[in-house]
């Protein structure tokens, strides 16, 4: 049986969603090699559209997109599945987005810079969250 953070191959699926292209492939590929099955969308509206289609554990959702804003990505998201963990990358200065979106139900968030194992934890403990 698959547990309610896997899929059928055993790995957490992931939903990274960042505007920026370079930075979410290189992740995309960090985490692969973590054994999560990761989906990568490039703006609000496509990581909106990848969730219609598509169940995941956990969603990383950057706060500062050109096409949307991260908070109504994020409501919108909790709207589609709200039992899927969202953790929320911010920059330095955004703080106060990043707790506003902690009101509307992210599970936690990250400020960019940050180190890859913190991210990586912060998924792990998400994963574990997962009421399903």
């Known amino acids: 049986m698959v547990s309610a953070t896997q899929d059928e191959t055993g790995r957490l699926r992931l939903l990274l969603v960042d505007d920026e292209v370079g930075f979410t492939t290189v992740?995309?590929?960090?985490?692969?090699?973590?054994?999560m099955e990761v989906t990568m969308a490039f703006s609000g509206t496509q990581g909106i559209?990848?969730?219609?289609?598509?169940?995941?554990?956990?969603?990383?959702?950057?706060?500062?997109?050109?096409?949307?804003?991260?908070?109504?990505?994020?409501k919108i998201f909790k709207i589609m599945d709200p039992n899927m963990p969202v953790i929320m990358l911010t920059g330095h200065g955004s703080e106060k987005s990043a707790n506003e979106g902690i009101q509307h139900g992210a599970y936690d968030y990250l400020t960019k810079p940050y180190e890859f194992t913190e991210l990586l934890e912060k998924i792990r403990q998400a994963a574990i969250s997962i009421k399903r």
């Open 27 to 35: 992740m995309a590929k960090r985490l692969t090699r973590r054994n």
């Open 49 to 74: 559209q990848t969730l219609r289609v598509k169940q995941f554990d956990v969603a990383v959702l950057d706060l500062k997109m050109e096409d949307m804003d991260g908070i109504e990505v994020l």
